[in-house]
């Protein structure tokens, strides 16, 4: 059976297409004003990478902050399970996956066999997100990309004292006027979602082996910090953290609404 998942995030937009639990193709955009565009090209991408025809796909599960922007599915999805399910299917020893998006962290505790057991999120507030660090890089001129290298720089990481992200982004402003070093902020910014991160980790009572999902994990200096607080070694997938969501939606496709009569539950 042919399936496909769309993960509309708040940063980016992700589309798998699987074949029998098999990735065929996947793709991926950032978002933009357009975002009925931004999806069905996004989706045409991964069909095309697929050699699939649109007709061929039984089944559409959408997932994320946007899932129900995407037309046409045949149901939605919430990301946690989605990323759970994703990252399962791909290490069968995972028990807690931190998905760690633009604007939401969240963890998600599964089972031994990957049923979805509890999640935690963080409150609707960017200070504690891909989004904060991000505007943080842009304020101090630091390209996304080289975070981590400036970050390992830092000598004396900045303590951020705010909880909203608005207040926090002045904070980091201030310090850059006042010549505070630039390493010394991203570190610090980085060591604050950590943290917030940590603290989620903590109060679901995570289990070993553990997952990092979403567009913060692929940045080492973050994964880094969380390993430090929690004293957990996080596991290592066969895919870019970001897909998990639209991975773990098109293996949802394939088994049918969990929340429907009859459906098989994982």
Known sequence: MISAGIDVGTR?????????????????????????????????????????????????????????????????????????????????????????????????????????????????????????????????EIPFSSISQYAELSREPYVISSNCAVFAESEVITQVNHGRNNTDIIAGVLHSIAGRAATLFERIQAQDNVALGGGLAAVPAFADRFEQMTERKTVSLPMPPQNFGAFGAALMAQQGDPFKEGSRRK
């Open 12 to 140: 980016f937009v992700k589309a798998c297409i699987v074949k029998d639990g098999e990735v065929m193709g996947w793709a991926g955009q950032d978002v933009s004003r357009d975002i009925d565009r931004v999806i069905a090209g996004v989706y045409k991408k991964a069909l095309e990478q697929a050699g699939i025809k649109k007709r061929q796909v039984k089944k559409l599960v959408s997932t994320g902050y946007g899932a129900k922007l995407v037309k046409k599915t045949s149901f939605t999805m919430s990301s946690d399970r989605c990323a759970a399910k994703g990252a399962f299917a791909l290490d069968p020893t995972i028990r807690t996956v931190l998905d760690c998006g633009g604007l939401f962290l969240t963890v998600t505790a599964i089972d031994e066999k990957g049923v979805f057991e509890r999640a935690l999120s963080n409150d609707k507030c960017a200070a504690g997100s891909g989004k904060f660090l991000e505007m943080s890089a842009q304020a101090i």
